[in-house]
């Protein structure tokens, strides 16, 4: 079974600075595609950063610059460096991960993930 685990989510002011990590357990895929997707309330939930088991990223053009996914394939895991927070990046951030095929994009819909983790919450006061 898989569980994914994220860690590192607070409360700064604005201008702050987070680091996010998850780690995932029972996932063996070794093409896959890790991510972080937030949601505010009442909003829906939205990519943030991906990042492919070849290294490729892709970063949500609203916190292009500020945030940086990385990751380490040997353990499993992503991390979301975030630096510069704003008020608006005050949501839960969940960590997703799912297998890839050969030669393929990470999709950026959560719907095109099967694996979550619960979520932490980022909270960024103005």
């Known amino acids: 079974q898989v569980q994914l685990a994220e860690s590192g989510g607070g409360s700064v002011p604005s201008g702050g600075s987070l680091s996010l990590s998850c780690g995932a357990s029972g996932f063996t895929a070794d093409l896959y595609c890790m991510g972080w997707f937030r949601q505010a309330p009442g909003k829906e939930r939205e990519a943030v950063a991906i990042?492919?088991?070849?290294?490729?990223?892709k970063t949500a053009e609203g916190v292009a610059g500020r945030f940086t996914i990385s990751g380490d394939n040997a353990k499993k895991e992503a991390y979301l460096q975030m630096n510069n927070l704003e008020p608006e990046d005050t949501a839960m951030y969940y960590c997703?991960?799912?297998?890839?095929?050969?030669?393929?994009?990470?999709?950026?819909?959560?719907?095109?993930?099967?694996?979550w983790g619960r979520g932490t919450q980022v909270t960024v006061s103005s």
């Open positions: 990042i492919a088991n070849n290294g490729n990223k």
């Open positions: 997703a991960a799912r297998v890839r095929t050969f030669a393929t994009d990470c999709p950026s819909r959560a719907a095109e993930y099967a694996h």
